[in-house]
């Protein structure tokens, strides 16, 4: 048998994968995992598949072809972490070959793992490693020695030391969750867990309330209520019962319920004043104090967070230094301070990266995502928003989190056509247009959902919006901001003068409140009679988006400025203004404008998709296929794709065919 280098090293991988902490696939003869695989590949994946994936792997790089043969091996669903683990790399260095593979649609993802895009799929990459190497990897590999112990991290012994950090990280994550798990935890690690929150506990006399803690990192929002409400039902004093208070409150304030949430929260730091384990301390009023942010209470915030954060750093605990320079980062986002947030955030997510707490890295960088876009940078955030996702799946308590499905959707809008928006948001996001916690997490979203409804002519989504939006308000009236909000939303559905006015009026982020001034000014824009005010309302926006380092919206406005004064002077000239040269081109969360057809190419326009003519005009300029998908902002994969669909509609066979064609319908 022929064993290449690259297999050769794909073997070396795999020899670690013993210590992943992944459900056992099928024993070998001698108790080794093997892949499971059909008796006959050939006979089970269907002859287009294999020659599909033949053709998506010879795109990719190496490092993204091993990623993706390795991860073939591991079985159904696996984590970008763990393949890390048994690569013996970062989960940072892996995120370009994955990049790649996502966007070939080789590997999507699903719920807080990784997948192969079909079964079909997986076994045919599999199949691509010689069926040799495949019987090595799989049950030829050494058998340990009978005396010797495999490392197994569901039954390994670990440290107390070990043990305490693992509950440290779980328990800051339920503290500051925005729901329940995604998925239960695995039975061995529900026992451990157990048994180190026993430990912890022992050191304030409460171990007692290992197994009511340990009960409420339950999958499903119902079964974590009814237990957390269960244990303050039979004690309210003592760890168990504080931690079962941070729970109901933050479940109440995902459900909107935003009293509730913060007479829990109240509850549950008084609570923690007593008998508490001190590296748990910083966290119930943690948690509060992001309330009390989202609401845009600053001063309050910013006060509560000098506080903790000096209480985590006399008690030398990075996890809770880390997490307040996160939410004092997202404090100062709101207060219109973006460069000061960004310093804070990266602060954060690096120490956050030192102390592998990927739930505190995964909402740093969610942040930093936001005011990238802000900036008009979009590649930079979308990086953000890719080691976001992989942190947020490398971490063992996968709670949701709605602010970062947000900044997810806000990048891939950069992309997209309406249409196209609203069918990823229907596909993929539709939880987000009624969702409370976006709402009161960000004071411009549900104005921003309406507009983007509006634009794809969804007028019955832009009116479940406002709803929405104004139930939540109609249900706290102790929060104003919430009003705000709903008149915001409102102010945009129904073209309302005096519902935007008092947005920009009343917002408490400094963002919110320039997208308010910025669609009261494009409504009077569209009032003749009103465009002085108009003019007026635009430049209010400008300086409002300046003061706070959004370069993409202040250029997005002056754009829409030179636009009114255009159409003014052809109003009165009958000429057509003529922008200065060095006029800065539109920068908004979507790429640069590529060159349209000219009008005499309406029988291409007619048989090809847009994406698809901007690719053909590209390539027949004779811009090479990774020149194109740096221009639009695609993968070298896509254009590939888009180039076979245009050859075959206009049945075309070369790039010299298609130039000469495109030049022939110009002249």
Known sequence: MRVSRYDLGLWGIM???????VQPQQPGPQ?????????NIAEAVPDRVRAEVRALLDELSEQARQLVRAASLLGPTFTLHEMALIQSVTTMSLLPALDEAVTASLIR???????????QVQRSVREGIPAEVRRILGSGMPSPDPGDTVADPTTAVVSHAEAEEDVQHMMASLFLAQGALSRPLAPRALAMLRAALAGVLATCGSETAADHIAGLFRAGEQVQKAKASGILAENRSGPAAAV?????????WAAGHLDEALHQGREARRLSEGPFPAAWRPYPALALALKSVRLGELAEGRAELARIRAQAQSLGHPRAIADSAILTGRLLISAGKTAEAEAELASGVALAHRIDAGHTAAQGESLLALTSLRRGEVEEAVSHVWRGRIEH??????????????????VALGRLDPHAAIDLLAA?????????????????????????????????????????????????????????????ARGVLHDDRHALERAA?????????????EDLGMLLSRQGPELASARRRLRSAAEHYADIGATADVARVQARLRTLDSGALKARTGRQATPPRSAPALLSARPLPLPRAPHT???EADRLTEAELRVALLVAEGKTNRQVARLISRSPHTVNYHLRQIFRKLDLSSRVELARHFRGRCA
């Not at 799946?393 to 806000?410: G, I, L, N």
């Open 15 to 21: 020899r670690n994968r013993e210590a992943l902490a």
């Open 31 to 39: 108790g080794h995992v093997r892949p499971e695989e059909p008796e």
């Open 109 to 119: 993802f699903r719920e807080d793992r990784l997948a192969f895009r079909s079964p």
């Open 244 to 252: 079962a208070a941070v729970v109901l409150s933050n479940l109440a």
């Open 393 to 410: 799946a490398s971490e063992r308590t996968a709670f949701p989190s709605v602010h970062q499905e947000w900044v997810d959707f806000r």
């Open 428 to 488: 993929h996001h539709a939880d987000l247009s009624t969702s409370p916690l976006l709402f009161v997490g960000d004071h411009s979203a549900a104005a921003s959902l309406v507009q983007l409804a509006r634009a794809a002519g969804e007028f019955a989504l832009a009116s479940t919006v406002v709803r929405a939006a104004e139930r939540l308000a109609a249900r706290n009236p102790a929060h104003p901001i919430l009003a705000t909000v709903a008149a915001h």
């Open 505 to 517: 009026q009343d917002h408490r982020s400094r963002w919110a409140s320039a997208s308010a001034r």
């Open 601 to 603: 190419r309406e029988v």
